[in-house]
C-alpha cells in the first residue's frame, strides 16, 4: 500500500513549523501505524534528512507514552485503540494522512509531533495519590469494598494519562484525566480518606495550567484509547460542589499541658 | 462612554471571575441557565394565549399581570441577574477556551461526537441579538425608553405584535432565533445535568430524551406564533 504523509515538522518549541508531505511505497497493510513511521524514518536517513520526532514506548498500548492527532482526530480513526495499537488496513491505500502533534497551551510543542506534557503529571503531584503508605495485602474483608466500587475504581484507573481527552477537546481541557484519577481513587476506601482535599487541589491545579473549560461536548470519552467514561466528570463535579459547600473545617488543635 | 463603560465591566469581571474555580463558574452559569429555562416555559404559557381567538383579551390580561404584580416585578429583577450572569459568565468562559488552544490543528477535528454541542457560543450568541431586539421591541417600549409604533400604546402588547409579525421578515428571523434556541436547549439542559453532577447511567438516558422533548416544545411553540400569524391572519 502507498500513503502520502503530510507531517507537522517543527524543529524546536521556538522556531515555527509547518506540514511537510512525504512519500512511502510498498507498506503492508498488517505493520503498525509507528512501524511505517519508523520506515519513513529510515528512508529520511538514508536520503540524509531529518527523522521525524515522536513519541513512542511500550507500543502495545499501555504506558500512554503515544500519542499523534492523526486525520482530525487523537491516536486515529479507530475508537479505542492508542496510536501504537492502530495498524495500517485502517487506512485505504493512496490516502492522504495528515499527522498533527496534540494542541493545547498546557502541552507545548518540544519538536515535530513530541509535545510536553508535564502539565498531566503537575496535576497528579497536586493531589492524585494517597498520602500514607496503604500497607501490604490486607486480608480479604477486612477493608470491605464493594464490588461496584471496584469495578469503577477500576475502569477509571484504567486511564493510561496519553491526553488525547484534551487534544480532542475543543476547549482543551483535561477534566476527563483529571475525573479519572479522583474518580479511581475516591472510591476506594485507602484514597477516601483524602478525597476532599484531592479534588479541590487537583481542580485548582489544572486551572492554573491553563487547561480549558469543560463544555460537554463528550469529545473526549470517543477518542480516549482506553474508554473512559464522561459519568467520571459528573462525579467529580459532585465530589468538587460537596467539598466546597459541605466539607468540615479542619480543627486546629493546640498543645495544652 | 458605552464602550468605557464595556470595558470596564469586562475587565471587573474577567479579575472577579477569573478566581473562579473552573468548575464553579460552570456550575453558576448552569444554575442560572435553568432558571431561564423555567422561565422560557411561562413566557411561552402566556404567549400561547395569542392564538386564542378572543381578539388578544386573555393575552393583554395575562400580560397586564405580569407587569404589575409586585412579587413578579421583583422576579423580573432576579430574571435579568440570571440572563446577565448566564450571558457574562457564557463569554468569559468562552474566552478561557479559545485561549486555551492558541496554536489550532491544520485538519478540524473529526470525533464523531454532537456537533452542535461545539456551537454553544454562536447559538448563543444569535440567542442574544434576539434579546436585545426583543427589549427594543417591548420591554423599552414599556417603560417609556422607545416609542411604541404610530397608534399603538405602550402597554397594548397584543397589538405590537401584531404590528411586528405582519412583517414577514421579522416573523422569519423570529422563527430562526427559536430554532437556534431549541438547538441551543436540547444540549444545554442535559449538559446542566453533567455540571451539577448529575450524571447516572440510570436516568441521563431519560434526562437527555426529557431535554430534548422540552427544547423541542419549546422552540416549536414559540414557532407556532408567527407561523399562525402569516398564515391566517
Given at each position: 500500500?502507498?500513503?502520502?504523509?503530510?507531517?507537522?515538522?517543527?524543529?524546536?518549541?521556538?522556531e515555527?513549523?509547518?506540514?511537510?508531505?512525504?512519500?512511502?511505497s510498498?507498506?503492508?497493510?498488517?505493520?503498525?501505524?509507528?512501524?511505517?513511521?519508523?520506515?519513513?524514518?529510515?528512508?529520511?536517513?538514508?536520503?540524509?534528512?531529518?527523522?521525524?520526532?515522536?513519541?513512542?514506548?511500550?507500543?502495545?498500548?499501555?504506558?500512554?507514552?503515544?500519542?499523534?492527532?492523526?486525520?482530525?482526530?487523537?491516536?486515529?480513526?479507530?475508537?479505542?485503540?492508542?496510536?501504537?495499537?492502530?495498524?495500517?488496513?485502517?487506512?485505504?491505500d493512496?490516502?492522504?494522512?495528515?499527522?498533527?502533534?496534540?494542541?493545547?497551551?498546557?502541552?507545548?510543542?518540544?519538536?515535530?509531533?513530541?509535545?510536553?506534557?508535564?502539565?498531566?503529571?503537575?496535576?497528579?503531584?497536586?493531589?492524585?495519590?494517597?498520602?500514607?503508605?496503604?500497607?501490604?495485602?490486607?486480608?480479604?474483608?477486612?477493608?470491605?469494598?464493594?464490588?461496584?466500587?471496584?469495578?469503577?475504581?477500576?475502569?477509571?484507573?484504567?486511564?493510561?494519562?496519553?491526553?488525547?481527552?484534551?487534544?480532542?477537546?475543543?476547549?482543551?481541557?483535561a477534566?476527563?484525566?483529571?475525573?479519572?484519577k479522583?474518580?479511581?481513587?475516591?472510591?476506594?476506601?485507602?484514597?477516601?480518606?483524602?478525597?476532599?482535599?484531592?479534588?479541590?487541589?487537583?481542580?485548582?491545579r489544572?486551572?492554573?495550567?491553563?487547561?480549558?473549560?469543560?463544555?460537554?461536548?463528550?469529545?473526549?470519552?470517543?477518542?480516549?484509547?482506553?474508554?473512559?467514561?464522561?459519568?467520571?466528570?459528573?462525579?467529580?463535579?459532585?465530589?468538587?460542589?460537596?467539598?466546597?459547600?459541605?466539607?468540615?473545617?479542619?480543627?486546629?488543635?493546640?498543645?495544652s499541658? | 462612554?458605552?464602550?468605557?463603560?464595556?470595558?470596564?465591566?469586562?475587565?471587573?469581571?474577567?479579575?472577579?471571575?477569573?478566581?473562579?474555580?473552573?468548575i464553579?463558574?460552570?456550575?453558576?452559569?448552569?444554575?442560572?441557565?435553568?432558571?431561564?429555562?423555567?422561565?422560557?416555559?411561562?413566557?411561552?404559557?402566556?404567549?400561547?394565549l395569542?392564538?386564542?381567538?378572543?381578539?388578544?383579551?386573555?393575552?393583554?390580561?395575562?400580560?397586564?399581570?405580569?407587569?404589575?404584580?409586585?412579587?413578579?416585578?421583583?422576579?423580573e429583577?432576579?430574571?435579568?441577574?440570571?440572563?446577565?450572569?448566564?450571558?457574562?459568565?457564557?463569554?468569559?468562559?468562552?474566552?478561557?477556551?479559545?485561549?486555551?488552544?492558541?496554536?489550532?490543528?491544520?485538519?478540524?477535528?473529526?470525533?464523531?461526537?454532537?456537533?452542535?454541542?461545539?456551537?454553544?457560543?454562536?447559538?448563543?450568541?444569535?440567542?442574544?441579538?434576539?434579546?436585545?431586539?426583543?427589549?427594543?421591541?417591548?420591554?423599552?417600549?414599556?417603560?417609556?425608553l422607545?416609542?411604541?409604533?404610530?397608534?399603538?400604546?405602550?402597554?397594548?402588547?397584543?397589538?405590537?405584535?401584531?404590528?411586528?409579525?405582519?412583517?414577514?421578515?421579522?416573523?422569519?428571523?423570529?422563527?430562526?432565533?427559536?430554532?437556534?434556541?431549541?438547538l441551543?436547549?436540547?444540549?444545554?439542559?442535559?449538559?446542566?445535568?453533567?455540571?451539577?453532577?448529575?450524571?447516572?447511567?440510570?436516568?441521563?438516558?431519560?434526562?437527555?430524551?426529557?431535554?430534548?422533548?422540552?427544547?423541542?416544545?419549546?422552540?416549536?411553540?414559540?414557532?407556532?406564533?408567527?407561523?399562525?400569524?402569516?398564515?391566517?391572519?
Open positions: 500500500m502507498n500513503y502520502t504523509l503530510k507531517i507537522w515538522r517543527q524543529k524546536s518549541a521556538k515555527r513549523g509547518e506540514m511537510v508531505s512525504y512519500q512511502v510498498d507498506i503492508s497493510a498488517e505493520i503498525s501505524f509507528f512501524e511505517m513511521l519508523d520506515i519513513l524514518n529510515q528512508q529520511l536517513i538514508a536520503e540524509g534528512g531529518d527523522p521525524v520526532a515522536f513519541d513512542h514506548d511500550c507500543r502495545e498500548g499501555i504506558c500512554g507514552t503515544c500519542s499523534l492527532y492523526i486525520n482530525g482526530r487523537p491516536h486515529g480513526p479507530v475508537r479505542g485503540v492508542t496510536t501504537c495499537q492502530l495498524h495500517m488496513r485502517s487506512f485505504s493512496g490516502e492522504v494522512i495528515h499527522i498533527e502533534p496534540w494542541r493545547s497551551k498546557a502541552f507545548p510543542v518540544v519538536r515535530d509531533l513530541v509535545v510536553d506534557r508535564s502539565a498531566l503529571d503537575l496535576i497528579i503531584q497536586a493531589g492524585g495519590y494517597v498520602s500514607v503508605n496503604s500497607g501490604g495485602i490486607p486480608d480479604a474483608n477486612t477493608i470491605p469494598v464493594p464490588k461496584h466500587h471496584a469495578d469503577t475504581a477500576f475502569d477509571a484507573a484504567a486511564c493510561i494519562g496519553c491526553g488525547a481527552c484534551v487534544a480532542a477537546c475543543p476547549n482543551a481541557a477534566m476527563l484525566f483529571v475525573s479519572a479522583v474518580s479511581h481513587l475516591s472510591l476506594l476506601p485507602q484514597g477516601r480518606a483524602e478525597a476532599v482535599k484531592r479534588v479541590q487541589k487537583m481542580v485548582a489544572m486551572d492554573e495550567l491553563g487547561f480549558g473549560n469543560c463544555s460537554n461536548t463528550y469529545a473526549c470519552e470517543v477518542e480516549c484509547p482506553k474508554l473512559i467514561s464522561v459519568t467520571n466528570i459528573a462525579r467529580m463535579n459532585r465530589e468538587f460542589l460537596s467539598a466546597k459547600l459541605f466539607s468540615e473545617k479542619e480543627k486546629i488543635v493546640r498543645d499541658i | 462612554m458605552i464602550l468605557f463603560f464595556s470595558i470596564a465591566l469586562k475587565t471587573y469581571c474577567m479579575n472577579k471571575l477569573l478566581q473562579f474555580s473552573s464553579t463558574g460552570k456550575v453558576i452559569m448552569a444554575l442560572a441557565g435553568v432558571f431561564l429555562v423555567t422561565f422560557l416555559g411561562v413566557h411561552l404559557g402566556i404567549n400561547l395569542l392564538l386564542s381567538n378572543d381578539g388578544g383579551r386573555s393575552f393583554s390580561v395575562a400580560a397586564e399581570f405580569m407587569s404589575s404584580n409586585p412579587l413578579i416585578r421583583i422576579f429583577i432576579v430574571l435579568f441577574a440570571g440572563f446577565l450572569v448566564h450571558i457574562v459568565l457564557g463569554l468569559v468562559v468562552s474566552r478561557q477556551n479559545r485561549a486555551s488552544r492558541p496554536v489550532g490543528y491544520v485538519v478540524t477535528n473529526r470525533t464523531e461526537t454532537s456537533f452542535l454541542s461545539k456551537y454553544m457560543l454562536h447559538s448563543g450568541i444569535v440567542v442574544l441579538i434576539f434579546l436585545a431586539l426583543h427589549f427594543s421591541d417591548y420591554y423599552f417600549v414599556k417603560i417609556g422607545v416609542a411604541p409604533p404610530e397608534g399603538i400604546g405602550p402597554h397594548d402588547f397584543y397589538a405590537m405584535t401584531l404590528h411586528l409579525f405582519s412583517s414577514t421578515w421579522y416573523a422569519l428571523f423570529y422563527i430562526f432565533c427559536f430554532a437556534l434556541l431549541g441551543h436547549l436540547n444540549h444545554a439542559i442535559q449538559s446542566a445535568f453533567q455540571t451539577m453532577g448529575w450524571n447516572h447511567t440510570r436516568y441521563m438516558g431519560a434526562v437527555k430524551v426529557a431535554g430534548t422533548i422540552y427544547s423541542i416544545a419549546i422552540s416549536l411553540g414559540f414557532m407556532v406564533i408567527p407561523l399562525y400569524f402569516i398564515l391566517f391572519r
